[in-house]
């Protein structure tokens, strides 16, 4: 990563991506950003160009990866009230199957003069039918549940999604986190029905100040299951998903 610029004003970088994971077709990526912040808030666009794929590994639309053109324009800061926080982004995919489209945004508010300091935000996302996500972003930055994005199939193409976060903070150490998604198919041509919900409980708990613990618990309710157009084996039942991930910074 090449990075031009200050933090404010007009900056921008230059970045080379490559992944070495099999899942992800070994994919290769040239990237280029131009952002203008001040203190309100910053307007960017990003530009993404697909290098190569490892044809060996490579399947489903993940060829269409080599040449593919992805813009965007995006936005995030508190438009000048204190305690706010919005963000947006709407982007475009060219690739040799046709045009593809997302977007979300998102607005959150934290009351900071309340007991336990608590923030709550909605986002909004949308994914036309042949979106490729490409790299996803992890735990704790938005991710499209726990559950939903890891294991219930594609929630980031043909798919609207509207989650919630409530956070709140009994002290500086510690941070109590709830989300819930409602996940909507756009589409049914030649798929099968993803609909569902998903709620998330997790914590954030720094030990030191390095070591953080975050437990989190996930149930994860598809609205149908294989034998009636659903994704789900077995039936549609909830599931129930743990883990404990132990974070540690130098």
């Known amino acids: 990563m090449l990075k031009l610029g200050g933090k404010e004003g007009l900056h921008g970088s230059l970045i080379w991506l490559k992944s070495e994971n099999p899942g992800q077709s070994k994919t290769e990526l040239a990237v280029g950003t131009l952002d203008y912040t001040t203190p309100i808030g910053s307007i960017g666009s990003t530009y993404i160009h697909g290098l190569d794929v490892d044809e060996k590994y ?12 992805v813009y965007s324009i995006r936005g995030q800061g508190n438009a000048g009230i204190e305690n706010a926080d919005f963000a947006f982004e709407v982007a475009r995919q060219e690739k040799r199957s046709g045009s593809q489209r997302a977007m979300f ?5 934290t009351f900071a003069d309340v007991q336990w300091q608590t923030t709550v935000s909605y986002r909004y996302s949308r994914y036309s039918e042949g979106w490729d996500f490409l790299f996803q972003g992890g735990f704790r930055k938005r991710y499209q549940g726990e559950i939903a994005a890891n294991y219930a199939g594609s929630v ?5 999604i509207n989650d919630v976060l409530l956070s709140v903070r009994p002290t500086e150490k510690l941070t109590l986190n709830a989300m819930a998604f409602d996940y909507h198919q756009l589409s049914r041509r030649n798929e099968r029905d ?13 030990v030191t100040d390095n070591v953080t613990l975050s437990p989190l618990i996930g149930l ?25 991930i132990v974070w540690v910074t130098f």
């Open 58 to 69: 490579a399947f489903a639309d993940r060829l269409e990866r080599k040449g593919m053109n």
């Open 220 to 244: 994860y309710k598809p609205e149908k299951w294989f034998g009636n157009g659903g994704g789900q084996s077995g039936r549609a039942s909830t599931n129930a998903y743990m883990q404990f």
């Open 156 to 160: 980031t193409s043909n798919m609207q």
């Open 105 to 109: 945004f998102d607005a959150g508010y």
């Open 194 to 206: 993803f609909a569902a919900r998903e709620v998330d409980l997790f914590l954030d708990w720094m």
